[in-house]
């Protein structure tokens, strides 16, 4: 008779104690996946513990956002995006209105933290490559400086030339300071009426004085991290520079500065924000350029977030600085650096170089002229003009120019030599020969000889419309 095999089992029923088999029988073992194996020898090797790559995290954060903004649409926070002006007198309902018109402020507050993660990565980002020497301030020697002063007390020795020479450019110029004095004598009209009695003002509630006071304690020893939600309200108020000025903006650390540029760029309109910029941005950078021979990190990010209001940068920081006689070289190459490396509109940049063709000469004004041909910009015809009348304008001086003028010049005439007329290229081929320098005019005159003219001599182009309409704005 044949005996019956029993069933092989793979474990002995010997190997284990009693209890243990006891528990492998109620309990189902676990099957590990390929994944939670790596998670777990990543947790156990102790060097990383991330588990979630980067591709990942971002749809993560993507649909985070797509969810929120739902959320939002669903809650009625979606007509809220657009913010008004309130004023904080003492007596006025404006903030009642704003209770009722806001919900709750806990999506801003979460709109606002990932905001301020963005831009502390973006600096992060921005500080590892940074470098002062990249800004070329070194360049600048105290020699050169003086050298410029000196030049710029110079006279020019143009008593005996006939005024019809310079009559194009005198006529510019009696228009651009008629436009100037007519502008500074609205301004004095504005101030006169603004100064009223004290009593018929509205009086500031004492406690809104107390509060941003102590605003400006923690803005002169800001650091990192949030910034108080009184400083945050400023740009959509009413009577913010008072509320501003409250706060000392001389004692302001860099970073507070960078801040507050950061908010005023992004929720004020182009009026405040130019007002801000002139105001409280521009005697900032001066000061800290003239007293560290560089800018600081946190004032040249300030700069760069001041460019996203470009028409309030150019109205209330650039135009102004180019306006002064006392613009540094030093000065100069540190902001021609970030408009060098930031995209600007075409449109915005003619209506300023217009501008700035049309100002007196001064050394500060070259190096801003010569970083926005660099951009290798499709010019309109009209500011190609202005520019060559800027350079002619100097055909009768006698005084020896420095090589930032020549520098100028030779960057002009490499970007556009083929849009001059043949009129136009003789007249810059004598001033080559006139203002002579031994090593940047031979360039010059070969830059001319080889250029080619594409246009017709009654070509206009169609975008001078399109121009006067920029110019107009920068007015």
Known sequence: MVKSKRPSSTKSSHALPLDEEMKQARLAKQKKSSEDSAIVSMDQDGESHATVDERTSKKILSLAKKQQAEVGKELGYADVAKMKQYSLSAGDESSEVRSENVPSEEPEEQTEEESDLKDELILESERKLWDNNDVHADDVTEEEEKVMREFMKMKPQTEDIPKAAFSNQITIYDK?????????????????????????????????????????????????????????????????????FLTKPHKWSAAAMYQATRRFSASANEKIAQRFYNLVLLPRIRDDIAEYKRLNFYLYMALKKAL?????????????????????????????????????PVLHSSAAMLKIAEMP????????????????????????????????????????????????????????KNSFSNEQKEQLMRLAQKQYHPHITPAVQRELQVSINKFPENYTQKNDEEMSESASTIN
């Open 361 to 416: 000469w001064s050394g500060a004004n070259s190096i801003f002229l010569k970083t926005f041909f660099n951009k290798k910009y499709a010019l309109p015809f009209r500011v190609i003009d202005a520019s060559v009348h800027h350079f002619l304008s100097f055909m009768e001086e006698k005084r020896n120019f420095p090589v930032l003028w020549h520098q100028c010049f030779l960057t002009f005439i490499q970007r556009y």
């Open 308 to 344: 996203f209001k470009i028409g309030a940068f150019f109205k209330g920081f650039l135009l102004p600085l180019c306006e002064e006689s006392d613009c540094t070289l030093r000065e100069a190459v540190i902001i021609s650096s970030i408009l060098a490396k930031c995209s600007i």
């Open 176 to 244: 651009y300071m008629e436009a100037l004095a007519a502008k500074r004598a609205e301004v004095d009209d504005a101030v006169s009426q603004s100064q009223v009695s004290e009593s018929s003002k509205p009086q500031v509630d004492q406690r809104v004085i107390d509060v941003y006071k102590g605003v400006g304690e923690v803005m002169s020893k800001y650091r990192s991290g949030r910034i108080p939600k009184a400083f945050k309200v400023l740009p959509v108020l009413l009577d913010w520079e008072p509320l501003l």
